[in-house]
Protein backbone atom coordinates (compact mmCIF):
# COMPACT_ATOMS: atom_id res chain seq x y z
CA UNK A 1 0.00 0.00 0.00
CA UNK A 2 1.65 3.45 -0.52
CA UNK A 3 0.84 5.73 2.04
CA UNK A 4 1.04 9.40 1.70
CA UNK A 5 3.57 11.06 3.75
CA UNK A 6 2.41 13.06 6.14
CA UNK A 7 4.30 16.61 7.02
CA UNK A 8 6.35 16.77 10.00
CA UNK A 9 4.39 19.75 12.22
CA UNK A 10 6.15 22.99 12.41
CA UNK A 11 4.62 25.16 15.01
CA UNK A 12 6.94 26.31 17.44
CA UNK A 13 7.22 23.81 19.96
CA UNK A 14 7.13 21.23 17.81
CA UNK A 15 10.27 22.88 15.92
CA UNK A 16 12.11 22.87 19.00
CA UNK A 17 10.99 19.35 19.81
CA UNK A 18 12.34 17.66 17.03
CA UNK A 19 15.58 19.75 17.06
CA UNK A 20 16.27 18.81 20.74
CA UNK A 21 15.64 14.94 19.57
CA UNK A 22 17.75 14.95 16.42
CA UNK A 23 20.69 15.75 18.58
CA UNK A 24 19.46 13.77 21.89
CA UNK A 25 18.14 10.66 20.06
CA UNK A 26 14.96 10.84 22.60
CA UNK A 27 11.88 12.11 22.86
CA UNK A 28 11.34 11.81 26.29
CA UNK A 29 14.54 13.78 27.10
CA UNK A 30 13.60 16.31 24.92
CA UNK A 31 10.37 16.77 26.33
CA UNK A 32 12.09 17.44 30.14
CA UNK A 33 14.55 19.96 28.45
CA UNK A 34 11.72 22.34 26.97
CA UNK A 35 10.04 21.87 30.54
CA UNK A 36 13.19 22.70 32.12
CA UNK A 37 13.56 25.92 29.54
CA UNK A 38 9.96 26.96 30.12
CA UNK A 39 10.07 26.99 33.57
CA UNK A 40 13.35 28.55 33.90
CA UNK A 41 11.98 31.71 31.69
CA UNK A 42 8.62 31.65 33.78
CA UNK A 43 10.98 31.74 36.99
CA UNK A 44 11.60 35.59 36.81
CA UNK A 45 7.98 36.19 36.78
CA UNK A 46 7.24 34.02 39.33
CA UNK A 47 9.60 35.48 41.54
CA UNK A 48 8.64 38.92 41.11
CA UNK A 49 4.67 37.89 41.66
CA UNK A 50 5.30 36.23 44.71
CA UNK A 51 7.69 39.22 45.84
CA UNK A 52 4.64 41.98 45.34
CA UNK A 53 1.81 39.58 47.22
CA UNK A 54 3.94 38.80 49.91
CA UNK A 55 4.63 42.25 50.42
CA UNK A 56 1.28 43.56 49.62
CA UNK A 57 -0.22 41.09 52.26
CA UNK A 58 2.08 42.50 54.61
CA UNK A 59 0.88 46.46 54.42
CA UNK A 60 -2.80 44.91 54.42
CA UNK A 61 -1.73 43.37 57.99
CA UNK A 62 -0.34 46.67 58.41
CA UNK A 63 -3.30 49.06 57.22
CA UNK A 64 -5.91 47.16 58.94
CA UNK A 65 -6.33 49.23 62.34
CA UNK A 66 -6.43 52.52 60.19
CA UNK A 67 -9.10 50.72 57.47
CA UNK A 68 -11.01 49.59 60.62
CA UNK A 69 -10.79 53.01 61.64
CA UNK A 70 -11.99 54.40 58.41
CA UNK A 71 -15.06 52.16 58.49
CA UNK A 72 -16.01 53.16 61.51
CA UNK A 73 -15.59 56.97 60.64
CA UNK A 74 -17.09 56.57 56.66
CA UNK A 75 -19.17 53.30 56.57
CA UNK A 76 -21.96 54.78 56.10
CA UNK A 77 -20.67 56.97 53.14
CA UNK A 78 -20.12 54.40 50.91
CA UNK A 79 -18.44 57.14 48.03
CA UNK A 80 -16.01 59.15 51.37
CA UNK A 81 -15.08 55.82 52.45
CA UNK A 82 -13.48 55.13 49.18
CA UNK A 83 -11.53 58.11 48.78
CA UNK A 84 -10.09 57.93 52.34
CA UNK A 85 -9.54 54.05 51.61
CA UNK A 86 -7.69 54.93 48.43
CA UNK A 87 -5.83 58.10 49.77
CA UNK A 88 -4.81 55.42 52.62
CA UNK A 89 -3.08 53.17 50.03
CA UNK A 90 -1.43 55.89 48.04
CA UNK A 91 0.11 57.37 51.21
CA UNK A 92 1.37 53.38 52.00
CA UNK A 93 2.10 52.71 48.28
CA UNK A 94 -0.18 50.08 48.12
CA UNK A 95 -1.69 49.34 44.71
CA UNK A 96 -3.91 46.54 43.91
CA UNK A 97 -3.91 47.36 40.38
CA UNK A 98 0.27 46.50 40.47
CA UNK A 99 -0.14 43.40 42.22
CA UNK A 100 -3.59 42.05 40.27
CA UNK A 101 -1.56 43.10 36.96
CA UNK A 102 1.73 41.29 37.98
CA UNK A 103 -0.38 38.38 38.64
CA UNK A 104 -2.60 38.19 35.95
CA UNK A 105 0.41 38.46 33.41
CA UNK A 106 2.20 35.64 34.97
CA UNK A 107 -1.69 33.22 34.87
CA UNK A 108 -1.93 34.82 31.21
CA UNK A 109 1.89 33.36 30.13
CA UNK A 110 1.07 30.34 31.89
CA UNK A 111 -1.61 29.13 30.56
CA UNK A 112 -0.52 30.39 27.06
CA UNK A 113 2.15 27.87 27.42
CA UNK A 114 0.31 25.27 28.69
CA UNK A 115 -2.00 25.01 26.42
CA UNK A 116 0.07 25.75 23.30
CA UNK A 117 2.35 23.03 24.31
CA UNK A 118 -0.85 20.43 25.00
CA UNK A 119 -1.14 20.74 21.51
CA UNK A 120 1.84 20.99 20.31
CA UNK A 121 2.61 17.37 22.09
CA UNK A 122 -0.86 16.04 21.09
CA UNK A 123 0.14 17.04 17.13
CA UNK A 124 3.32 15.29 17.20
CA UNK A 125 1.74 12.52 19.18
CA UNK A 126 -0.27 12.21 16.18
CA UNK A 127 2.34 12.47 13.99
CA UNK A 128 4.60 9.76 15.40
CA UNK A 129 1.53 7.05 15.46
CA UNK A 130 1.46 7.69 11.99
CA UNK A 131 4.96 7.75 10.90
CA UNK A 132 5.65 4.43 12.87
CA UNK A 133 2.51 2.94 11.12
CA UNK A 134 3.92 4.02 7.81
CA UNK A 135 7.31 2.26 8.73
CA UNK A 136 5.29 -0.75 9.82
CA UNK A 137 3.28 -1.17 6.52
CA UNK A 138 6.54 -0.63 4.54
CA UNK A 139 7.88 -3.59 6.36
CA UNK A 140 5.20 -5.68 6.39
CA UNK A 141 4.43 -5.42 2.39
CA UNK A 142 8.08 -5.12 1.70
CA UNK A 143 8.62 -8.97 3.56
CA UNK A 144 5.66 -10.46 2.43
CA UNK A 145 6.26 -9.50 -1.30
CA UNK A 146 10.02 -11.05 -0.99
CA UNK A 147 8.37 -14.20 0.05
CA UNK A 148 5.52 -14.52 -2.99
CA UNK A 149 8.54 -13.61 -5.40
CA UNK A 150 10.44 -16.40 -3.93
CA UNK A 151 8.20 -18.63 -4.13
CA UNK A 152 9.00 -21.13 -1.54
CA UNK A 153 7.09 -22.28 0.98
CA UNK A 154 8.88 -23.19 4.78
CA UNK A 155 7.40 -26.27 6.09
CA UNK A 156 4.95 -25.67 8.74
CA UNK A 157 3.04 -23.74 6.59
CA UNK A 158 -0.10 -24.78 4.50
CA UNK A 159 0.08 -21.85 1.58
CA UNK A 160 2.80 -19.28 0.56
CA UNK A 161 0.59 -16.60 1.74
CA UNK A 162 -0.07 -17.77 5.35
CA UNK A 163 3.74 -18.29 5.07
CA UNK A 164 4.56 -14.17 3.73
CA UNK A 165 2.12 -13.45 5.90
CA UNK A 166 3.99 -14.77 9.63
CA UNK A 167 7.13 -13.84 7.90
CA UNK A 168 5.51 -10.15 7.09
CA UNK A 169 4.57 -10.15 10.94
CA UNK A 170 8.04 -10.97 12.57
CA UNK A 171 9.31 -8.00 10.51
CA UNK A 172 6.61 -5.72 11.70
CA UNK A 173 7.07 -6.66 15.56
CA UNK A 174 11.20 -5.96 14.01
CA UNK A 175 10.64 -2.50 12.52
CA UNK A 176 8.23 -1.90 15.93
CA UNK A 177 11.32 -2.35 18.54
CA UNK A 178 13.63 -0.28 16.04
CA UNK A 179 11.50 3.12 16.12
CA UNK A 180 9.20 2.84 19.09
CA UNK A 181 9.46 5.37 21.49
CA UNK A 182 9.40 3.85 25.54
CA UNK A 183 10.75 5.78 28.47
CA UNK A 184 12.17 4.12 31.50
CA UNK A 185 9.35 1.75 32.24
CA UNK A 186 6.57 3.29 29.77
CA UNK A 187 6.69 0.93 26.30
CA UNK A 188 5.14 4.05 23.94
CA UNK A 189 5.16 7.84 25.28
CA UNK A 190 2.65 8.70 22.33
CA UNK A 191 0.13 6.18 24.95
CA UNK A 192 -1.08 7.27 28.13
CA UNK A 193 1.30 5.73 31.15
CA UNK A 194 -1.71 3.25 31.98
CA UNK A 195 -3.44 0.00 30.98
CA UNK A 196 -3.60 0.60 27.80
CA UNK A 197 -1.86 -1.14 25.16
CA UNK A 198 1.45 0.11 23.63
CA UNK A 199 -0.38 -0.24 20.14
CA UNK A 200 -3.50 1.26 18.85
CA UNK A 201 -6.33 -0.53 17.55
CA UNK A 202 -7.96 0.67 14.56
CA UNK A 203 -10.58 2.82 15.94
CA UNK A 204 -8.36 4.80 18.48
CA UNK A 205 -5.98 5.11 15.52
CA UNK A 206 -8.39 6.62 12.93
CA UNK A 207 -9.47 8.99 15.13
CA UNK A 208 -6.30 9.97 16.54
CA UNK A 209 -3.81 10.63 12.91
CA UNK A 210 -7.47 12.02 11.05
CA UNK A 211 -6.47 15.05 13.09
CA UNK A 212 -3.23 15.82 10.89
CA UNK A 213 -3.83 17.70 7.82
CA UNK A 214 -4.01 15.95 4.32
CA UNK A 215 -3.50 12.45 5.88
CA UNK A 216 -4.36 9.38 4.43
CA UNK A 217 -6.31 6.64 6.80
CA UNK A 218 -5.67 3.03 5.86
CA UNK A 219 -8.85 0.84 5.63
CA UNK A 220 -9.99 -0.99 8.91
CA UNK A 221 -9.23 -4.25 6.91
CA UNK A 222 -5.25 -3.29 5.68
CA UNK A 223 -4.52 -1.52 8.89
CA UNK A 224 -5.38 -4.78 11.19
CA UNK A 225 -3.28 -6.89 8.49
CA UNK A 226 0.11 -5.23 8.81
CA UNK A 227 -0.72 -4.69 12.14
CA UNK A 228 -1.90 -8.30 13.44
CA UNK A 229 1.40 -9.87 15.00
CA UNK A 230 1.47 -6.68 16.75
CA UNK A 231 -2.31 -6.62 18.32
CA UNK A 232 -1.83 -10.52 18.56
CA UNK A 233 0.70 -10.31 21.03
CA UNK A 234 0.83 -10.21 24.73
CA UNK A 235 3.31 -8.27 24.96
CA UNK A 236 2.48 -5.91 23.23
CA UNK A 237 -1.51 -5.89 24.34
CA UNK A 238 -0.20 -5.28 27.53
CA UNK A 239 -0.31 -2.34 29.84
CA UNK A 240 1.99 0.52 28.05
CA UNK A 241 2.41 1.71 31.59
CA UNK A 242 1.66 1.65 35.68
CA UNK A 243 -0.19 4.93 36.52
CA UNK A 244 3.45 6.10 37.25
CA UNK A 245 2.97 9.36 36.01
CA UNK A 246 -0.40 9.79 37.30
CA UNK A 247 0.67 9.39 40.67
CA UNK A 248 3.77 11.37 40.17
CA UNK A 249 1.53 14.52 38.96
CA UNK A 250 -0.71 14.64 42.24
CA UNK A 251 2.37 13.76 44.55
CA UNK A 252 4.36 16.68 43.52
CA UNK A 253 1.59 18.98 43.31
CA UNK A 254 0.93 18.70 46.73
CA UNK A 255 4.28 18.50 47.37
CA UNK A 256 4.89 22.24 45.55
CA UNK A 257 2.01 23.32 48.18
CA UNK A 258 2.90 21.85 50.95
CA UNK A 259 6.75 22.40 50.93
CA UNK A 260 6.01 26.22 50.15
CA UNK A 261 3.36 26.44 53.34
CA UNK A 262 6.43 25.08 55.68
CA UNK A 263 8.93 26.85 54.17
CA UNK A 264 6.76 30.10 54.93
CA UNK A 265 6.02 28.92 58.56
CA UNK A 266 9.66 27.81 59.55
CA UNK A 267 10.85 30.75 58.32
CA UNK A 268 8.22 32.99 60.24
CA UNK A 269 8.69 31.06 63.66
CA UNK A 270 12.48 31.92 62.83
CA UNK A 271 12.37 35.26 62.55
CA UNK A 272 9.68 35.58 65.06
CA UNK A 273 7.95 37.88 62.89
CA UNK A 274 4.29 37.07 61.92
CA UNK A 275 4.28 39.41 59.01
CA UNK A 276 6.32 37.10 57.05
CA UNK A 277 3.13 34.54 57.58
CA UNK A 278 0.73 37.13 56.47
CA UNK A 279 -3.39 35.87 55.83
CA UNK A 280 -3.60 35.26 51.78
CA UNK A 281 0.55 34.65 51.51
CA UNK A 282 1.97 31.29 50.97
CA UNK A 283 1.70 30.18 55.15
CA UNK A 284 -2.19 29.82 54.53
CA UNK A 285 -2.17 28.77 51.51
CA UNK A 286 -6.37 27.62 50.62
CA UNK A 287 -6.80 23.84 51.83
CA UNK A 288 -8.83 22.96 49.04
CA UNK A 289 -5.96 23.76 47.06
CA UNK A 290 -4.13 20.49 48.49
CA UNK A 291 -7.00 18.29 46.97
CA UNK A 292 -7.74 20.27 43.80
CA UNK A 293 -4.37 20.95 42.32
CA UNK A 294 -3.17 16.96 42.81
CA UNK A 295 -6.49 15.99 41.15
CA UNK A 296 -6.32 18.25 38.15
CA UNK A 297 -2.56 17.34 37.51
CA UNK A 298 -3.45 13.65 37.57
CA UNK A 299 -6.48 13.48 35.86
CA UNK A 300 -4.59 15.29 32.84
CA UNK A 301 -1.94 12.70 32.99
CA UNK A 302 -4.58 9.92 33.16
CA UNK A 303 -6.28 11.29 30.34
CA UNK A 304 -3.82 12.29 27.53
CA UNK A 305 -0.31 10.24 26.20
CA UNK A 306 3.03 9.55 28.66
CA UNK A 307 5.00 12.65 26.15
CA UNK A 308 2.47 15.17 28.05
CA UNK A 309 2.18 13.63 31.66
CA UNK A 310 6.23 13.91 30.88
CA UNK A 311 5.93 17.61 30.96
CA UNK A 312 3.24 17.75 33.78
CA UNK A 313 5.85 15.87 36.30
CA UNK A 314 8.95 17.51 35.40
CA UNK A 315 6.73 21.24 35.53
CA UNK A 316 5.13 20.26 38.98
CA UNK A 317 9.13 19.16 39.95
CA UNK A 318 11.00 21.95 39.39
CA UNK A 319 8.30 24.38 41.12
CA UNK A 320 8.64 22.23 43.81
CA UNK A 321 12.61 22.31 44.14
CA UNK A 322 12.01 26.17 42.67
CA UNK A 323 9.88 27.23 45.30
CA UNK A 324 12.14 25.76 47.81
CA UNK A 325 14.78 29.14 46.44
CA UNK A 326 12.06 31.71 45.41
CA UNK A 327 9.85 31.25 48.59
CA UNK A 328 13.15 31.62 50.80
CA UNK A 329 14.67 34.17 48.68
CA UNK A 330 11.67 36.40 49.08
CA UNK A 331 11.31 35.76 52.50
CA UNK A 332 14.82 37.11 53.25
CA UNK A 333 14.31 40.17 51.13
CA UNK A 334 11.38 41.22 52.99
CA UNK A 335 12.57 40.40 56.21
CA UNK A 336 15.40 42.63 55.35
CA UNK A 337 13.26 45.01 54.13
CA UNK A 338 10.67 45.16 56.97
CA UNK A 339 13.98 45.61 59.16
CA UNK A 340 15.50 48.70 57.03
CA UNK A 341 11.99 50.23 57.75
CA UNK A 342 11.90 49.94 61.13
CA UNK A 343 15.29 51.00 61.55
CA UNK A 344 14.69 54.22 59.13
CA UNK A 345 11.29 54.81 61.18
CA UNK A 346 13.25 54.20 64.60
CA UNK A 347 16.18 56.77 63.53
CA UNK A 348 12.96 59.07 62.50
CA UNK A 349 11.27 59.04 65.80
CA UNK A 350 14.95 60.25 67.79
CA UNK A 351 15.29 63.00 65.28
CA UNK A 352 11.78 64.31 65.69
CA UNK A 353 12.23 63.66 70.00
CA UNK A 354 15.28 65.99 69.62
Request: aromatic share 12%; proline share 2%.
Amino acid sequence: MDLLMVAQPSGLWESILFWLESGIGNYAIAIILITIMIRLILLPIDFVNKYVTKKNNIKQIEMKPELDKLKTRYGENRDLLNKKTMELYKSKNYSVGGMCGILLAYLVVTMVVFFTLFGALNNVSYYKMYTEYETISTAYHTSYQEVIDAGVVTEGYDSLEIYADAYAGDKTIEAFENNKTGFLWIKSIWRPDTSVGSILDYKTFSQNVSKLKDVEVPQEDEYNKVMGALLDSKEYSAWNGYFILCVLAALTSFGSLYVNQLISKRRAKKTANNLLAAPGSDATANKGMYIIMPIIMGFFTLLYTASFGIYIVTSQLFALLSNILTTTMVDKMIEKSLKQDKKTSSSYDRRNVR
